[in-house]
């Protein structure tokens, strides 16, 4: 069809669809109008059906990334609709228009729900119901067909070795009838001196086999080709991979089923576990880095198949609040993107169970802003949980939001005081909540609480640990800053112990308890896992030797980078400590008598002084260039040499730290629970009261408890025009001694209300 054609058909206009009915819209797809240009691509024809949700028509549902840019321009690309009264056209995103070329190609489907043309995207009343509908839409349809995208060689390559890897029936069976035994499969594979059965040897030999015919064979760069399309890091896919029977997955005119699709990634965890146990040496960085990054990759398929075993093998779905939280904290990783902020709630609505009170409750309306969304799901989620709060993190993304509504369009991390999302360390507002939270709106949304006030902030610390500018492979703590960082600890557990005792912060004697020292340094995480592991005295002494090594590391950083700079052109002088002859002050008097009496001999002495000094600076030049170059040399070994995974305790030895500690899996968990505290700085109370909390806060802030709460928080009070006490929320806090619900055995404190604003 010509351009001229195409523009002289009038707008396609959608009938509307009764609010009343249950009634969505199915893409019928037609055969392409011919181009006028040879070769050309023809024009989309597709034909627009009403059906009824519970008519039990077959119908395929299409999945796909809308791939729109950052100011979400307008729909280019040109479909006609064919009526009854005639043809019409409507315009779709080009993503949309490259995933029907293909599927009209290759004749996969004919009635397809295509939610960007199927649902009216100009009419947010229709779009508020049809989201509604959205459930029974997925999970009726004969099976989800999810669109990657147009094809590469990388990506057709992957393709094709899952598909020829799946015939093989070795993986399927796995994780199928066998799925039993596959951990203890997994072992033998790692370690063929493994215990097995008959039936167990069989699958290990198999699996031998595969890595063996295909583990150098698999494309990573395709593998990761695949993974890094947008299909995977967006929301709505969750569910409309999840709710229906099945999933094919289409990437240009290849395709695999989901348990095909799935066994690739599986074979990818296997063959890497195995290449990495077979190492004997140095590996080069780029080579791990790319390896560790595939499991990052993989997040995305992740949730598809653990979504699609809670509704369809376990049928226990997790209620709205669990799953905001599931699919919008990312850590780390990269956010799940949406089109629409609301989206990140709406979107989540037909996978929660169908008897969670809190999704009942959730009113989808797409002509609210996500300001006005986000404060409502914050009401709703916080009469189940007041540690909604704790996703309150700076800075925030969204617009005008009230101080203790969480952002959710933002980058989440976990809560310092949680494990993970289910699982809270700490119990400092005991284990109930006494009432729910109470919401009411004015100019803008309140939150009325009631709590105890532990405090006022006294001092707040200048230091923070850091992440590595550029690790190796994984994050890894800085360890200067960490030395730094461990020395404010002492400063603060000596104020806070003089305090409560009345002795003078600087006198020696005053030696602070260790625990207390091991606690304050990351939030009392490490403390509990060790002494809990050890007992109190054993966690206590492993813990102080990490420390030691982190602490002696740091120290011996720092005083690496003072050699540096003391060599550096402008110290040098200083740093050798000798001052040339030729720059010591002679007399005024003792200059003129020598240049009068026997200026030969000034001469020669400016002579010497200048021939002394160039040689003087050019040795000068020559040490300060060999301590330059020496350091460099250092960082540009460590971020392209080859990395050893298993370093050896020779090397370790060298650089005077005792290998049993610092190579050992107990250094991780310290670190890990280091990084947790990132953000983090101390402070310390009127009372004594030592912890940390979020940078955002100031001395004169409040140090509160909640009811229910797993920590105590951390308040601004604000002027109030109104009378009342009226607060913002800065963020979570940990308190050393009021972290397990001890604040509620001091008789002194007494509840009251607050109003975060």
Request: charged share 25%.
């Amino acid at each position: 069809m010509s351009l001229f054609e195409f523009k002289s058909l009038k707008p396609f206009k959608y009938p509307p669809l009764s609010p009343l009915k249950r009634i969505f819209r199915l893409v019928q797809l037609l055969p392409p109008k011919p181009s006028i240009i040879p070769g050309a691509n023809g024009t989309i024809r597709i034909r627009l059906i009403e059906a009824d949700v519970d008519s039990g028509m077959h119908y395929d549902a299409l999945s796909y990334a809308w791939n729109l840019g950052p100011r979400y321009q307008e729909p280019s690309r040109q479909v006609i609709v064919e009526t009854e009264q005639g043809s019409y056209k409507l315009y779709i995103y080009p993503a949309l228009e490259i995933a029907l070329r293909y599927l009209v190609s290759i004749q996969m489907t004919e009635y397809l729900f295509i939610d960007q043309i199927s649902i009216n995207q100009r009419d947010r009343s229709e779009k508020s119901h049809q989201v509604l509908l959205m459930q029974d839409i997925y999970a009726r349809c004969a099976r989800t067909i999810v669109w990657l995208g147009a094809p590469t060689r990388e990506s057709d390559q992957y393709f094709d070795l899952v598909y020829e890897m799946s015939q093989e029936g070795i993986l399927s069976r796995l994780m199928g009838p066998r799925l039993s035994q596959f951990m203890r499969v997994f072992d033998a594979v790692m370690d063929p001196s493994f215990p097995v059965n008959e039936e167990e040897r069989e699958d290990r030999d198999d699996l031998l086999d595969l890595i063996q015919r295909f583990g150098d064979r698999f494309p990573l760069d395709g593998f990761a080709d695949v993974l890094d399309r947008n299909w995977f890091s967006r929301l709505w896919v969750i569910q409309e991979a999840c709710l229906a029977p099945s999933v094919i997955f289409v990437c240009g005119k290849k395709a695999l089923c989901f348990d095909c699709f799935r066994s690739g990634a599986l074979f990818y965890n296997i063959y890497n576990t195995h290449w990495v146990g077979q190492l004997t040496g140095p590996v080069p960085q780029h080579v791990l880095r790319q390896r560790d990054a595939l499991f990052g990759k993989t997040d995305g398929l992740r949730r598809i198949f653990q979504e699609r075993k809670a509704i369809h093998q376990s049928g226990i779905r997790l209620g709205l609040h669990d799953l905001v939280l599931k699919y919008n904290v990312n850590d780390d990783n990269k956010k799940i993107g949406v089109t629409l902020e609301q989206d990140r709630i709406f979107g989540l609505l037909g996978l929660a169970a169908n008897n969670d009170v809190l999704r009942a409750q959730v009113h989808v309306d797409y002509n609210s802003n996500a300001t006005q969304m986000y404060s409502e799901i914050a009401g709703l989620l916080l009469q189940e949980s007041i540690d909604v709060l704790l996703f309150n993190q700076h800075p925030k993304k969204t617009a005008d939001l009230p101080s203790w509504v969480p952002d959710w369009a933002m980058n989440l991390t976990m809560p310092v005081a949680y494990s993970n999302l289910k699982q809270p360390t700490f119990a400092s507002g005991g284990l109930t909540t006494k009432e729910a939270p109470v919401t009411f709106q004015g100019n803008h949304a309140h939150l009325r609480i009631k709590g105890i006030a532990v405090d006022e902030i006294a001092e707040v610390g200048t230091q923070l640990y850091r992440a590595q500018l550029r690790p190796q492979v994984a994050e890894q703590v800085e360890y200067r800053t960490a030395k730094m960082f461990f020395d404010e600890v002492t400063q603060f557990a000596r104020a806070a112990a003089a305090a409560n005792k009345e002795q003078d912060p600087s006198d020696p004697e005053n030696t602070p308890e260790l625990g207390l020292l091991m606690r304050l340094c990351d939030s009392s995480l490490s403390y509990r896992h060790f002494t809990q592991a050890l007992g109190l005295s054993g966690g206590l002494e492993r813990l102080h030797a990490l420390h030691s090594s982190i602490y002696t590391l740091g120290e011996r950083l720092i005083k690496s980078d003072e050699i540096i700079a003391s060599y550096h052109i402008t110290r040098i002088y200083q740093t050798i400590g000798i001052v040339p002859w030729y720059l010591r002050q002679m007399s005024e008097m003792d200059s003129l008598q020598i240049c009068a009496v026997n200026p030969v001999l000034a001469g020669k002495i400016a002579y010497e002084a200048v021939k002394d000094f160039i040689t003087d600076m050019a040795g000068l030049l020559i040490a300060s260039a060999r301590v330059w170059f020496a350091s460099k040399y250092i960082v540009f070994r460590r971020r392209f040499s080859k990395l050893d995974l298993r370093p050896s305790r020779e090397s370790v030895e060298r650089v005077g730290l005792d290998p049993n500690v610092s190579l050992s899996p107990d250094m991780n968990i310290l670190t890990s629970n280091m990084l947790k505290n990132m953000r983090r700085k101390l402070y310390r109370t009127s009372a004594g009261y030592v912890g940390l909390g979020p940078p955002e806060m100031e001395t004169g802030n409040s140090l509160v408890i909640f009811h229910g709460g797993t920590t105590p928080h951390i308040l601004k009070k604000l002027d109030s025009q109104c009378g009342s006490d009226e607060y913002q929320y800065l963020g979570e806090a940990y308190c050393d001694g009021l972290m397990d619900g001890e604040i509620f055995e001091d008789n002194t404190k007494s509840e009251r209300m607050f109003v975060l604003v």
